[in-house]
């Protein structure tokens, strides 16, 4: 799987090829120095494996958070499968890189919303939710910044993103189900 | 737990110890001592393609690190029940170790656990503070 990006004229509409998805926002560049600005969208290419990581078990109920859930296994795949496919580790990286940013951005995002959800319908553990999604938040951060220093070792990376998957899977099915159950016997 | 159900074996699978994954978790407080996971290979690769959906030939980092965090997750998970019973204790990060490592797993109380994945063995080498 592979990020790539295709350009079109001003005005001119680009739609997702077919087996690609659309991972970023779309950017206006001056290609040629010109009044001329091209629109620039970004894909990510689908390879056969993807979506593995994500089950419909792990949905909770709460059809807000089930959504950004599935998004973030798939940025997490996205990341995985990045650093898990054949190849030198110095030509991964750039696609490594962007894939943990693009999964780092989004676990940020889905915590504070999560939390914002969680506010409004009263959860009574939302405190001890926030202080676990800061800890790991707080991990994961470190974590981006010892790669950065140290030039992203493979051995750290790999095991990097194996604690990853074991930490949101259980999160999801264990933390998150707790505030789904709590909705449901409270009809918030 | 973890997307996986684990119930009681009545022995485990035989293991190749060379190949195991041992993850050790110290605990600290009113009860001091080591537990210990081992994983076998053939476990250890049906977990990851289990949680990851994703077919991999050999152990490696990736593998192990799940393991470990997987085995943090459990003792932490108990270490919360014993403080419901005004238990106080505390777990260190994991050790993870491929193979047998003879000294961290001599002694002390052992169960065989069968999961989705595979049989593991748990071992508990616990002391009363």
Redesign the interface.
């Known amino acids: 799987m592979r990020f790539f990006e295709r350009t079109a004229p001003p005005g001119k509409r680009i739609f997702a090829p077919r087996g690609h998805r659309r991972v970023d926002k779309p950017l206006m560049i001056d290609y040629n120095n010109s009044n001329h600005y091209y629109i620039v969208q970004s894909y990510f290419a689908l390879g056969a ?1 993807y979506r ?2 994500w ?1 419909e ?2 949905r909770i109920g709460i059809p807000l958070v089930d959504r950004q859930h599935k998004e973030l296994f798939d940025r997490v ?1 996205q990341f ?2 990045a650093l ?1 496919k054949d190849g030198e580790w110095a030509e991964k990286l750039p696609e490594i890189k962007k894939t943990m940013a693009f999964m780092q951005n989004y676990v940020v995002d889905h915590f504070a919303a999560e939390e914002v959800y969680q506010k409004q319908i009263g959860y009574p553990e939302r405190e001890k939710h926030h202080q676990i999604h800061q800890d790991f938040t707080n991990y994961v951060i470190q974590c981006a910044a010892d790669f950065e220093k140290n030039g992203y070792p493979e ?1 750290d990376v ?6 990853l ?3 949101l ?2 999160h999801v ?2 933390t998150d189900l707790k505030m789904s159950r709590y909705v449901k016997k409270e009809g918030a | 737990m973890l997307d996986m159900e684990i119930t009681r074996a009545d022995s485990p699978e035989k293991a190749d110890a060379g190949k195991d994954v041992t993850v050790t978790i110290s605990l600290t407080g009113d009860y001091s001592g080591d537990v210990v996971f081992r994983f076998p290979q053939a476990t250890t690769l049906n977990i990851v393609k289990t949680l990851s959906g994703m077919d991999i030939s050999q152990v490696d980092d990736f593998a192990t690190s799940m393991l470990g965090e997987m085995a943090n997750i459990i003792s932490g998970n108990a270490v919360s029940a014993l403080s419901e019973t005004d238990c106080r204790c505390d777990i260190r990060p994991p050790k993870i170790t491929l193979g047998n490592g003879p000294e961290q797993t001599e002694g002390g109380d052992s169960v065989a656990l069968r999961s989705g994945a595979g049989d593991l063995r748990e071992q508990f080498r616990l002391a009363q503070s």
């Open positions: 494996d593995m990581m089950k078990k792990y795949e995985v499968a898990r051995r790999q095991k990097f993103a194996g604690k998957l074991a930490w899977i259980n099915v264990a």
